[in-house]
């Protein structure tokens, strides 16, 4: 999609009444204008800024490809040769019409086109224009819509956190749009199908509808959309009603105006008292989807609401949730006032986002999305700890309650993730977190033990939020936050707004009657820390709050609840870099050793030509220095990489023996030198690199009565 700025003139009214731009092919002397040839350049979709006697007075959007076509006889033609460009054009006039002035002349200068060195219109008819000059008066118009001014934010350090992150998401502009709004746009393609089809009563218009939903759809929960549409074959009349509603004729598609109005009557007509709609829920969700077919423009307009990312968004920039209390079409209006406000922040910032599409797609990426992979690994973990990694699933939204699904049902999900973890032991996980709410999962690296806690927490609906734990954590604040004097604030960690939003959806439930949703926090290596220094204030409250249920906790000058929907797991390595655990943690807490089974270990490699090679070395250094799944999973990868590009079998599983293996090898105890005598043996005449760096290893323990890889 491009941006162009069109100076109309005394043709303005002319060319606003007839739905087009044109512009001569030549001048009067016979020369071909760039700045009139760029009416053919546009492509349907592009917007156009229309300014005419010092005042922007409308936007439009491309809605054909432009073409070769004579002047339109209502424009003047004493000006102009008769063959030109024309371009038809969707008009919206601003509700107010912005003056030159009101631009500001920082934005105006780097232009090149539109404007001179001095900021200046310049003189022409066509000028491409920049992204950041188009959304700041969109974002003006919306303004003035609403009779406001852009206002500085109280909470201006949790936007500028908020936008620095919108930033590095759309900082490649190309990927991120493939991945987020293509396919909205193709969603919002087959709406607009769909709503023509209906609104002309053709044939078979069910079946565009029904098309709609489908892939690439993944915006609505299929649970919801699937009852909304079995209204087709239940109750077509009220179906007809809520349709007729949501695509109101008076809505162009161009001005959003009517949208809460459109919205209003949607849900209205499917909240009667009948049985054929009584089940069905997050109605606000299904129309803010149906509005999309107002999008086949590309005006971005029109975004899907989901109440979990916007929910969390709230929360990263202190910004107020709506009430408890808050019907459907409440909660729909202030989401979209909100992404109104998301935008501005992000023209305060330079920070582009053009639309609520941009915007809604941005909000996702940071309260649901994964860190992107070229980022660094200092910028992903940054990331999660801003956010947690919050992973809350799609029926959060949902007002139908939560309920834990049958234990039969989770064993096969977390086979299906690939870890090799038996039915037992997530048995006992199962039967732990339920009962105490409190696991430690232990094991040697590679066991999948963060995999384990957070497979089972998607497994059975839950939320879940990562804590990687820094080993100079000491205090309460380093997990739970601080009280800013400064500022008198709180600043939030990643952890305080996940209890908040678990608070917030116990409490939700508790009112509703219904089960709450299990919020799961994970603390990732929670003992490379002193667990009795970062964790003791909330462990004695998690304690009570397990006797007592929902009890206070103190962040700042703000009181919350700890809720019995909060669910802690923390995962511990037992080596020369953590710290051990007193008895007081662990009695209060149920502890699950995760085992590494060698049949499995076996079945990883059971087609590779290193298998039994790979299994004797596991046999010889396990009492030593044990390796679990992921480093037979690594060194599969490596061997499978380097065979396909030459290297001979053995020659890539003696490198990653060098390289896996041996530097896990190190003490003082005689087990060290039995198991580098036991590798010596079994990698003479085969291994050359692991067999020699062995023994040199071996060597030096005899000499010393210690070695390591690197002594």
Same mark, same amino acid.
């Given at each position: 999609?491009?941006?162009?700025?069109?100076?109309?003139?005394?043709?303005?009214?002319?060319?606003?009444?007839?739905?087009?731009?044109?512009?001569?092919?030549? =001048?009067?002397?016979?020369?071909?204008? @760039?700045?009139?040839?760029?009416?053919?350049?546009?492509?349907?979709?592009?917007?156009?800024?229309?300014?005419?006697?010092? *005042?922007?007075?409308?936007?439009?959007?491309?809605?054909?490809?432009?073409?070769?076509?004579?002047?339109?006889?209502?424009?003047?033609?004493?000006?102009?040769?008769?063959?030109?460009?024309?371009?038809?054009?969707?008009?919206?006039?601003?509700?107010?019409?912005?003056?030159? +002035?009101?631009?500001?002349?920082?934005?105006?200068?780097?232009?090149?086109?539109?404007?001179?060195?001095?900021?200046?219109?310049?003189?022409? !008819?066509?000028?491409?224009?920049?992204?950041?000059?188009?959304?700041?008066?969109?974002?003006?118009?919306?303004?003035?819509?609403?009779?406001?001014?852009?206002?500085?934010?109280?909470?201006?350090?949790?936007?500028?956190?908020?936008?620095?992150?919108?930033?590095?998401?759309?900082?490649?502009?190309? @990927?991120?749009?493939?991945?987020?709004?293509?396919?909205?746009?193709?969603?919002?393609?087959?709406?607009?199908?769909?709503?023509?089809?209906?609104? =002309?009563?053709?044939?078979?218009? *069910?079946?565009?509808?029904?098309?709609?939903?489908?892939?690439?759809?993944?915006?609505?929960?299929?649970?919801?959309?699937?009852?909304?549409?079995?209204?087709?074959?239940?109750?077509?009349?009220?179906?007809?009603?809520?349709?007729?509603?949501?695509?109101?004729?008076?809505?162009?598609?161009?001005?959003?105006?009517?949208?809460?109005?459109?919205?209003?009557?949607?849900?209205?007509?499917?909240? +009667?008292?009948? #049985?054929?709609?009584?089940?069905?829920?997050?109605?606000?969700?299904?129309?803010?989807?149906?509005?999309?077919?107002?999008?086949?423009?590309?005006?971005?307009?029109?975004?899907?609401? +989901?109440?979990?990312?916007?929910?969390?968004?709230?929360?990263?920039?202190?910004?107020?949730?709506?009430?408890?209390?808050?019907?459907?079409?409440?909660?729909?209006?202030?989401?979209?006032?909100?992404?109104?406000? &998301?935008?501005?922040?992000?023209?305060? +910032?330079?920070?582009?986002?053009?639309?609520?599409?941009? &915007?809604?797609?941005?909000?996702?990426?940071?309260?649901?999305?994964?860190?992107?992979? !070229?980022?660094?690994?200092?910028?992903?973990?940054?990331?999660?700890?801003?956010?947690?990694?919050?992973?809350?699933?799609?029926?959060?939204?949902?007002? *139908?309650?939560?309920? #834990?699904?049958?234990?039969?049902?989770?064993?096969?999900?977390?086979?299906? @993730?690939?870890?090799?973890?038996?039915?037992?032991?997530?048995?006992?996980?199962?039967?732990?977190?339920?009962?105490?709410?409190?696991?430690?999962?232990?094991?040697?690296?590679?066991?999948?033990?963060?995999?384990?806690?957070?497979?089972?927490?998607?497994?059975?609906?839950?939320?879940?939020?990562?804590?990687?734990?820094?080993?100079?954590?000491?205090?309460?604040?380093?997990?739970?936050?601080?009280?800013?004097?400064?500022?008198?604030?709180?600043?939030?960690?990643?952890?305080?707004? /996940?209890?908040?939003?678990?608070?917030?959806?116990?409490?939700?439930?508790?009112?509703?009657?219904?089960?709450?949703?299990?919020?799961?926090?994970?603390?990732?290596?929670?003992?490379? @820390?002193?667990?009795?220094?970062?964790?003791?204030?909330?462990?004695?409250?998690?304690?009570?709050?397990?006797?007592?249920?929902?009890?206070?906790?103190?962040?700042?000058?703000?009181?919350?609840?700890?809720?019995?929907?909060?669910?802690?797991?923390?995962?511990?390595?037992?080596?020369?870099?953590?710290?051990?655990?007193?008895?007081?943690?662990?009695?209060?807490?149920?502890?699950?050793?995760?085992?590494?089974?060698?049949?499995?270990?076996?079945?990883?490699?059971?087609?590779?030509?290193?298998?039994?090679?790979?299994?004797?070395?596991?046999?010889?250094?396990?009492?030593?220095?044990?390796?679990?799944?992921?480093? &037979?999973?690594? #060194?599969?990868?490596?061997?499978?990489?380097?065979?396909?590009?030459?290297?001979?079998?053995?020659?890539? /599983?003696?490198?990653?023996?060098?390289?896996?293996?041996?530097?896990?090898?190190?003490?003082?105890?005689?087990?060290?030198?039995?198991?580098?005598?036991?590798?010596?043996?079994?990698?003479?005449?085969?291994?050359?690199?692991?067999?020699?760096?062995?023994?040199?290893?071996?060597?030096?323990?005899?000499?010393?009565?210690?070695?390591?890889?690197?002594?």
């Amino acid at each position: 999609m491009q941006y162009w700025w069109v100076n109309q003139g005394r043709t303005y009214q002319q060319e606003r009444d007839g739905g087009y731009v044109w512009a001569p092919q030549t =001048s009067k002397a016979g020369n071909t204008l @760039a700045h009139h040839s760029n009416v053919y350049e546009m492509k349907p979709r592009d917007r156009v800024v229309h300014y005419s006697e010092g *005042q922007v007075r409308s936007f439009g959007v491309v809605s054909e490809q432009p073409v070769l076509a004579s002047r339109p006889s209502e424009l003047p033609g004493d000006l102009w040769e008769d063959n030109g460009f024309y371009a038809k054009i969707v008009y919206r006039d601003l509700s107010s019409p912005i003056p030159l +002035r009101d631009i500001p002349v920082d934005y105006r200068i780097p232009e090149n086109g539109p404007f001179n060195v001095m900021g200046l219109v310049n003189q022409g !008819y066509m000028y491409q224009l920049s992204p950041v000059v188009m959304d700041f008066l969109t974002n003006l118009d919306h303004v003035f819509k609403n009779g406001q001014s852009i206002p500085s934010s109280p909470n201006e350090e949790r936007w500028n956190e908020f936008i620095e992150w919108a930033r590095l998401i759309t900082e490649d502009w190309n @990927a991120f749009e493939e991945a987020e709004i293509a396919y909205k746009r193709e969603i919002s393609q087959k709406l607009w199908d769909a709503k023509h089809a209906f609104s =002309s009563k053709i044939p078979g218009w *069910q079946m565009s509808l029904k098309d709609a939903f489908k892939p690439p759809n993944n915006l609505t929960p299929w649970q919801s959309h699937s009852r909304f549409l079995s209204l087709i074959d239940k109750d077509p009349e009220t179906l007809d009603d809520a349709l007729s509603a949501i695509w109101n004729s008076k809505n162009s598609g161009l001005d959003p105006a009517d949208d809460i109005a459109n919205m209003d009557g949607f849900i209205r007509a499917l909240s +009667r008292d009948t #049985i054929q709609v009584k089940d069905l829920n997050m109605l606000e969700v299904i129309g803010s989807f149906l509005l999309m077919a107002f999008d086949n423009h590309g005006y971005g307009r029109y975004p899907i609401y +989901r109440a979990s990312p916007i929910n969390a968004a709230y929360v990263l920039t202190d910004e107020p949730s709506p009430e408890r209390s808050a019907t459907p079409l409440d909660r729909y209006s202030k989401a979209m006032a909100f992404m109104d406000k &998301v935008q501005q922040e992000g023209v305060k +910032r330079k920070v582009v986002l053009r639309d609520r599409v941009d &915007v809604q797609s941005v909000i996702w990426s940071i309260t649901k999305g994964t860190p992107l992979e !070229y980022w660094e690994e200092e910028t992903k973990r940054a990331f999660l700890q801003y956010r947690g990694g919050l992973q809350a699933p799609d029926e959060t939204d949902s007002d *139908q309650g939560y309920s #834990i699904p049958g234990f039969d049902k989770i064993p096969p999900l977390i086979a299906n @993730a690939g870890l090799k973890i038996d039915d037992r032991t997530i048995r006992r996980f199962h039967s732990s977190i339920w009962s105490k709410g409190f696991v430690i999962l232990s094991g040697i690296s590679g066991t999948g033990k963060t995999s384990l806690a957070q497979v089972y927490a998607e497994a059975v609906g839950g939320a879940q939020l990562l804590v990687p734990v820094a080993p100079n954590w000491t205090t309460n604040e380093d997990l739970l936050g601080y009280q800013n004097p400064l500022r008198d604030e709180f600043q939030h960690t990643s952890f305080s707004r /996940f209890l908040m939003q678990a608070s917030e959806a116990w409490h939700a439930a508790d009112a509703a009657n219904r089960e709450p949703r299990p919020y799961f926090l994970i603390l990732d290596e929670m003992n490379l @820390a002193r667990v009795e220094y970062y964790f003791a204030l909330f462990l004695s409250k998690l304690e009570e709050m397990h006797r007592v249920g929902p009890t206070d906790i103190d962040l700042g000058k703000q009181k919350f609840n700890l809720t019995p929907n909060l669910k802690v797991v923390g995962t511990v390595n037992v080596d020369e870099t953590t710290q051990m655990f007193s008895d007081k943690v662990y009695d209060r807490s149920q502890l699950i050793e995760l085992p590494v089974s060698r049949n499995e270990i076996e079945s990883l490699v059971s087609l590779k030509p290193y298998k039994d090679d790979l299994l004797k070395i596991w046999d010889a250094v396990r009492p030593t220095a044990p390796f679990a799944y992921r480093v &037979v999973s690594e #060194i599969s990868g490596y061997c499978d990489q380097a065979i396909s590009i030459g290297t001979p079998s053995e020659e890539a /599983f003696d490198e990653q023996l060098l390289q896996k293996v041996l530097p896990k090898i190190k003490g003082m105890e005689q087990r060290v030198r039995e198991s580098l005598e036991k590798i010596v043996d079994i990698t003479a005449d085969k291994y050359t690199l692991t067999h020699e760096k062995a023994n040199l290893m071996l060597t030096t323990y005899v000499q010393n009565g210690f070695t390591s890889y690197f002594a």
